[in-house]
């Protein structure tokens, strides 16, 4: 496969700040293409003694991060791998081999003007997730489970509705280079699970809020103009997309650790005075200015929100009328009482 490098300085600075998640993902790439070759080699090892071989070589980022007996402990049995065995074992292993040839290129995506950029996000994650597919292969051929029918793909592409949610946890982050017209972020949404980290790097101009429509409440979501704003994206620990944007379009954080409700978490630092009139890639005048107006709406802050604990001239919020008494108060102002003795 052809390398695929950034030529945008602003991508190869996204990809510096996802070094830690690249190096997560390749440490584990490391631990498991060595074991299988171990496995082959030897076959002799007890999986008490690949686990502690596997924890040394990962340090102490291993400790609650990588299930190290998932990625170090294939052989349930500790025999040795048989005739059978081997054909799977040794093609899982030449996977994990051509997806460490690939670097860091694994990890960055180049959306070709007019494609998809949900299909194009789609392939580059199944292409990367053929590590657990090859975890997966061994574990099953081992077990004696292993059915070409139902299994046998999973070394050329392991999309991300088959990871595990240990797997999501070490999702490899994605850097994707695309043009403004193609931005439809919202077909990213089904893949900001567990740990996935995702930077759409914009080519040329874009709605002003292409992200509005991925605000959640455990979702990190920023649209900035500095590659280097994306510091709290890379160190967030959940799903997070962000999105490198021209000057004209909206700038925003959403973090979800900022507090309980939308606007306490959303910040946003820039927006458009005007509302968009013409389309962009297919996305009318209207349809951009609605994605404007959520981002708006979600980051205003309620009329009458009571301060924060303890700030100078908070006020104690009236507690709300029960509607009973509400009701039985209006019925008493429509009685005539005049003959009450």
């Known amino acids: 496969m052809p390398s695929d490098k950034p030529t945008d300085e602003r991508a190869a600075t996204a990809l510096q700040v996802l070094e830690k998640a690249r190096e997560d993902y390749h440490s584990a790439l490391v631990a498991t293409s060595e074991e299988l070759r171990g496995m082959l080699d030897a076959g002799s090892a007890t999986a008490e003694a690949r686990a502690e071989r596997t924890a040394a070589e990962l340090g102490a980022f291993a400790v609650g991060h990588i299930d190290i007996e998932r990625f ?13 065995e081997a054909p799977r074992i040794e093609a899982a292993a030449r996977t994990l081999e051509s997806l460490l040839e690939r670097g860091s290129d694994l990890h960055f995506v180049r959306v070709e003007p007019g494609s998809d950029l949900r299909d194009a996000t789609a392939r580059a994650l199944a292409r990367a997730g053929r590590a657990f597919g090859a975890a997966r ?3 099953l051929a081992r077990s004696g489970k292993y059915d070409e029918g139902t299994h046998g793909g999973w070394l050329d592409s392991f999309p991300p509705f088959l990871w595990s949610r240990r797997e999501r946890e070490l999702a490899p982050p994605l850097v ?14 089904e893949f900001l699970d567990g740990r996935q980290k995702i930077v759409l790097v914009v080519r040329g101009e874009c709605a002003p809020a292409p992200l509005a429509r991925l605000v959640t409440p455990d979702v990190f979501v920023t649209q900035t103009n500095n590659a280097a704003d994306f ?8 799903p997070a997309l962000g999105a490198l944007v021209p000057q004209s379009a909206a700038r925003f954080v959403h973090d979800p650790r900022a507090g309980g409700e939308t606007w306490q978490r959303l910040a946003v630092a820039y927006l458009p005075e005007k509302e968009p009139k013409g389309s962009i890639g297919g996305l009318s005048g209207f349809q951009q200015a609605q994605e404007l107006r959520q981002l708006k709406a979600l980051a205003a802050e309620p009329v009458g929100a009571p301060a924060p604990a303890g ?12 509607p009973v008494d509400k009701l039985a108060a209006w019925l008493l102002t429509q009685a005539d009482l005049s003959d009450a003795g």
């Open 72 to 84: 170090a402990s294939f052989e349930e049995t500790g025999e040795p791998v048989t005739v059978t």
């Open 137 to 139: 292969t061994v574990e």
């Open 176 to 189: 994707i280079e695309v043009d403004g017209a193609d931005l439809r972020a919202e077909g990213l949404a």
């Open 231 to 238: 510091q709290l994206l890379a160190e967030f620990e959940g």
């Open 311 to 322: 700030e100078p001239g908070a006020a104690a919020a009236e507690p709300l009328a029960d």
